[in-house]
């Protein structure tokens, strides 16, 4: 297919070229002339006859004209430059399509999910995720593409040897482009520089890219919920939220991902592939974002902080599960009781309270357990020696965490405190904080009676079970 921003028109794709003959001085014989050689082009095009050939590569095309612009890639001829950043091409066409790239015009629009396109063969190509077609097959496997390049490119991971080496540190690469690409980090020059923070990039276009992470700058908006991207692939990509699109599919279990990078991740699931690697402590990881994070528990580097507390925390979605104590704010709720929690993981635990789930079970005596902490604390009520004693009392406790919240009966401690009242807690504000904001989340089912704790609803639950029990009467 043609690249309109690198200029490198596709002659085989036969397209009408925009070059117009002089005007003829007998309108007559150069009608007929042209009708003459519409039918010639007609007849070869079934014919499969290519009479004009390129006497450097061996190439041959329908048509002169074709040929004569299929020298410029020989010669090096770009007639047709772009008035705004005077990148040259080589077809007519070529410049057409790029400057779209410059007004934003996207002609070609697709009338399921209104996505426009500045080229109509792209459209084309985009139908093919509605109709579900793949008219590119592989013989090897038998596996269908959408496009012929998918396929070109796949074609390669049947192939033994990689077609593209790196000569310096024998890295392989299966496109020729990822090998131009790595080659810019073996040069002592790095090509691209932020003069921010000093990041270097092998190209102009990712500095661009990264400069709006220091200028906030988000140009392209989703028209539906107006949340703004840096890129417009990335606009393009969170449009499959909108209209269900999900083109990347599993071959093993058939689940479907919006973003091919997410399909290669899937896969690593199916495979147990973990190529990145831990330099210090050797663990894997299956992405190259979870390495990132795992690093810095050797750094100690905690780069996302709370405005509120100061808390700081290794991961921004930490943080942001952090932030629901300060909002209040508990998007999962369980459907049996109502309860609402901050995360969904402990909605999952919490589920098996009402299902009797208990999943972790200890080889010692069988007993089961809803989460693994707490088998990991029962597991400790084997062993001979108990871990954490109080040296006061000497009351014995299978977790620091239980003896240091013991430990502040005897000192006195009360390190929760609270800022509206400035009343000092052992344990937790939550509860504490309910009385101010007369939330009450726990509810009796038989009287529809709310409490702040759920310790206060099972005392209240005895008094109906106490009625209804007739040993009781």
């Known amino acids: 297919t043609a690249d309109p921003e690198s200029g490198d028109a596709c002659e085989d794709d036969q397209e009408k070229m925009d070059s117009k003959p002089e005007p003829s001085e007998n309108p007559d014989l150069e009608a007929n002339t042209q009708i003459r050689n519409s039918d010639a082009v007609i007849v070869q095009t079934h014919t499969g006859e ?70 109509s063969k792209d459209l084309k190509v985009h139908m093919r995720t509605h109709t579900g077609e793949r008219p590119f097959t592989c013989e090897v496997c038998g596996k269908s593409f959408t496009t012929g390049s998918d396929l070109k490119v796949h074609i390669r ?21 990822s090998l131009t690409s790595h080659m810019r980090t073996h040069t002592a020059k790095k090509l691209f520089s932020c003069d ?64 091919s990078n997410n399909l290669t991740s899937h896969m690593r699931t199916h495979t147990g592939e973990r190529p990145f690697t831990c330099e210090l402590c050797q663990k894997g990881f299956m992405h190259s974002r979870a390495l990132k994070v795992h690093m810095r528990n050797h750094t100690g580097e905690k780069p996302y902080s709370c405005k509120v507390c100061e808390k700081h925390f290794t991961q921004k979605s930490s943080l942001n599960v952090h932030m629901r104590i300060h909002t209040g704010e508990r998007p999962f709720t369980c459907e049996v009781c109502g309860k609402s929690f901050t995360t969904g993981s402990d909605l999952k635990i919490h589920m098996r309270i009402h299902t009797g789930e208990r999943p972790f079970t200890c080889e010692v005596c069988g007993k089961g ?105």
Not at 219 to 237: E, H, I
């Open 369 to 473: 357990f809803t989460t693994g902490s707490d088998l990991k604390a029962h597991i400790r009520t084997h062993t001979a020696k108990k871990l954490f004693p109080c040296d006061i009392c000497k009351k014995v406790f299978v977790s620091l965490r239980n003896l240091t919240c013991h430990m502040r009966i005897h000192t006195g401690e009360r390190p929760f405190t609270c800022k509206l009242c400035q009343k000092g807690f052992m344990h937790t504000l939550k509860a504490h904080m309910r009385t101010h904001t007369d939330e009450r989340p726990y509810s009796c089912k038989v009287c529809k009676k709310h409490f702040t704790q759920n310790s206060s609803l099972n005392v209240h639950m005895r008094i109906h079970t106490s009625f209804s029990d007739p040993s009781n009467q």
């Open 50 to 119: 290519r009479p004009f050939t390129c006497k450097v590569c061996q190439k041959s095309f329908t048509q002169s004209s074709y040929l004569n612009i299929h020298m410029r890639s020989h010669t090096g001829e770009r007639p047709y430059s772009c008035d705004i950043c005077k990148k040259t091409f080589i077809h007519a066409n070529s410049l057409t399509y790029h400057m779209r790239t410059h007004t934003g015009e996207r002609p070609y629009s697709c009338k399921l999910c209104q996505k426009g396109f500045m080229q």
């Open 157 to 177: 991971t049947h192939t033994a040897k990689k077609l593209f080496p790196c000569d310096i540190c024998k890295k392989t690469f299966i496109h020729v482009n």
């Open 196 to 259: 921010i923070c000093k990041k270097v990039f092998v190209s102009s276009r990712n500095l661009t890219y990264h400069m709006r992470t220091h200028t906030d700058e988000r140009p392209y908006s989703c028209k539906v919920c107006k949340k703004c991207f840096t890129q417009r692939s990335c606009l393009n990509v969170h449009m499959r939220t909108h209209t269900g699109e999900r083109p990347y599919s599993c071959d093993i279990c058939r689940k479907t991902f919006i973003h």
